[in-house]
């Protein structure tokens, strides 16, 4: 299986459990990949079905949007499943990244991972 991936999109959205984090938006950090069948693009005979790399994004931003997630989980899920309903996505792995999550001690981030295929 081949792969598109987006890496590194950033956003500023209200994600997390605590009653602050409920109220102001904090950066969050999104990697997508689609797997999908690629053998085929490029050859001048191929059907037209390609992934849009901005259509992945905005799929990407629409579901991220200005509402409250509160947990990272749900929203990857959410990411994952909008991502399915892609023309030739069958697979996808979303992983999201909080750099401010609210633990005690540093850490760069907080890394929410998961992976889910169509029809699964």
Same mark, same amino acid.
């Given at each position: 299986?081949? #792969?598109?991936?987006? @890496?590194?999109? @950033?956003? =500023?959205? !209200? ?5 602050? +984090? ?6 969050? +950090? ?12 490029? %050859? ?38 909008? #991502? !399915?309903?892609?023309? &030739? /996505? +069958? @697979? ?7 750099? =401010? #999550?609210? /633990?005690? &001690?540093?850490?760069?981030?907080? +890394?929410?991972?998961?992976? %889910?295929? @169509?029809?699964?």
């Amino acid at each position: 299986m081949d #792969a598109i991936t987006l @890496r590194g999109m @950033r956003f =500023h959205t !209200l994600v997390g459990l605590l009653p602050h +984090e409920a109220k102001f938006a904090q950066p969050l +950090e999104l990697d997508v990949t689609a797997f999908l069948d690629l053998t085929q693009v490029g %050859r001048h005979d191929a059907p037209a079905m390609r992934l849009d790399y901005r259509t992945l994004y905005q799929t990407v931003a629409d579901t991220v949007g200005t509402s409250h997630h509160k947990l990272l989980e749900g929203l990857c899920e959410r990411i994952a499943e909008a #991502a !399915l309903t892609l023309e &030739g /996505v +069958e @697979r996808v792995r979303v992983a999201a990244r909080k750099p =401010h #999550a609210p /633990v005690p &001690g540093p850490v760069e981030s907080v +890394e929410v991972v998961i992976e %889910r295929a @169509r029809g699964a």
